[in-house]
DNA sequence: TTAAACTTTCAAAAATAAATGAAAGTTTAT
DNA sequence: ATAAACTTTCATTTATTTTTGAAAGTTTAA
């Protein structure tokens, strides 16, 4: 395999992942895209290689930045503007972890902690239902504790898990 | 809020954080719903409560029993299918992790090694290509194998790694 | 200012994913 | 064996998501 086919393999299958984790397929290939790039790369070239179009790059491009997991970069004498990844792979874990603890997982908590306040009648059906919700929130609210726990190590939090666990 | 809307607010919330996750919405409905069912529940009462068709609820339901979080039950002198959730959370948190790194995990390791195996040329777009992926096959092959010593826990998983990480 | 070079927006179109429902398949009781 | 009671399958339809592209917006240089 040469560099060009490796290269796209990789882009196509990182897209193909994102996919399967609620990311839209151009967004994860863009990212991709950027990550195995040694240069800066404009939108240009990112509708070139991706063969996308301009709004669509704009759009993902803008995505990843609200994520935080891609920035701008200002070239002197460039009028245009350049991107480039999130290259750190603690880094990049953490970012997204702690997004999406703010957008999916504190929402469900709220939720969870709605529905399972009700008060309750005599039915079993009723008494089940609060304390499998109120099970779901503490199981919920525990597991973000750790990630959030986890991901305040920041660098290497991978290697202090892998250390702490496996030991 | 009375039961009934809780009950529905739970199942929509549910299938709304199931499709961020790359799980179809309604089979995240249907696995709500099973969850906080005191009762086996049959597939008419799925399409009932849900307002879905005979063959929806019929893929679904096997989707959901492939991921091994949701079984079926036989009731005595009963002809039809009744269906019930993996309750334990501990357990289903553990299935799905299982479930998604053989199904995604593996997979994407297995391009990764590959994609990063190409014979370097001298360009430093290359060299930064393989060190990038290279570094992106151990980290997911890292975080895999930490999954796989968490998940042999089994019960009480997260509580071990609460005590672990957390002191 | 003006205009060139660039980016963003968003309504419409295209692509993709999910749901339907009727026919085919299966199981069980008689 | 037959038929009733139930489940599964899958071609077609429907709904949702993503992409396009042209117009509007912004920035910079002169």
Known sequence: MEFKEAKNKFVQTWGALGSQWGINKT?????????????AVSMEDVMEELQISRGNAS???????DWGIVYKEYK?????????????????????????S???????LKILKEVSSIKASDSIEEKHFIDQTTKLYDFVLKADNVLDKITEYKDNWLTKLVVKFMK
């Open 27 to 39: 967004m994860a290939q863009i990212h991709a895209l950027l990550m195995v790039s040694s240069e």
């Open 59 to 65: 759009m993902n491009l803008r995505a990843l930045m």
């Open 76 to 100: 002197a004498g460039e009028r245009r503007e350049f991107f480039t990844a999130e290259k750190d792979l603690d880094e990049l874990a953490v970012k997204i972890a702690r997004e999406r």
């Open 102 to 108: 703010k957008r999916e997982i504190k929402p469900a």
